[in-house]
């Protein structure tokens, strides 16, 4: 079946800094894969997705994530964050046409 | 650009009510969906719905729980008596054909508060 693991559930990081927020799925195929940022309150924004050719794809607020395979990972990266980037985000997993599977979460806090 | 729509965005109801959650999905897609999420958990599958039949559903998604597409237009998702734990963030899903890259498009969610 499949499963998403996002094994930090809060990440703070100071303005400016880079980021990496990790995913990782469990999956027999190749599967599509999404990144949504929610922000408190809101509903789901897309930043990126992947489904097939280049690993590393770009998205929105200046969001990049790269598939890699061999690690069954999807990780999502900025290489500098802004304040208001602080939000909730979540790693998903789908196929076809069939359910979404959400991890659970990881909540960002930017610092000054 | 086209989204999908749901109303109300918030509802508050006694346990034990019935309460209708609307979506209006993109309006040349197939596939709908419902999801929920208690609040500070993750997002969960409700169901899925194409041609007019549930074509998946999970385990939260038992009896209480019925959907329709009474119209071309509307999504519907049912709660027959809703439950303390029925509070939740609900979130309706639509996805176009396989060609569309399989990406379900969220509307803004309807937050339910069950008293």
């Known amino acids: 079946a499949q499963s998403v693991t996002q094994p930090d559930i809060h990440i703070t990081v100071s303005e400016g800094a880079s980021l990496e927020l990790r995913c990782n799925y469990s999956?027999?195929?190749?599967?599509?894969l999404f990144w949504y940022v929610q922000s408190p309150g809101q509903g789901l924004q897309l930043l990126l997705k992947?489904?097939?050719?280049?690993?590393l794809v770009q998205g929105i607020k200046g969001f990049e994530a790269e598939f890699k395979r061999s690690q069954s990972s999807f990780n999502l990266r900025k290489p500098s964050v802004h304040w208001s980037d602080a939000a909730e985000y979540f790693c998903?997993?789908?196929?076809?046409?069939?359910?979404?599977?959400f991890g659970a979460g990881t909540r960002l806090t930017v610092k000054p | 650009e086209p989204e999908v729509t749901q109303t109300p965005s918030h509802q508050v109801t006694q346990m034990g009510q019935e309460v209708i959650l609307r979506c209006v999905p993109i309006?040349?897609?197939?596939?709908f969906y419902w999801y929920r999420q208690i609040l500070g958990q993750k997002v969960e599958f409700l169901v899925s719905?194409?041609?007019?039949?549930?074509?998946?559903k999970s385990e939260i998604f038992d009896d209480q729980f019925s959907v329709e597409r009474p119209d071309g237009s509307n999504f519907t998702l049912k709660i027959r008596s809703t439950k303390l734990e029925d509070s939740a963030m609900y979130f309706c899903?639509?996805?176009?054909?396989?060609?569309?890259?399989?990406?379900?498009?969220f509307g803004p969610g309807t937050r339910l508060t069950v008293l």
């Open positions: 992947y489904f097939s050719g280049d690993t």
């Open positions: 719905f194409y041609n007019n039949e549930i074509s998946e």
């Open positions: 998903a997993v789908g196929e076809g046409n069939n359910d979404m599977r």
């Open positions: 999956y027999g195929a190749t599967p599509y």
């Open positions: 899903a639509s996805q176009g054909l396989v060609g569309s890259y399989n990406e379900q498009f």
């Open positions: 309006s040349n897609h197939l596939y």
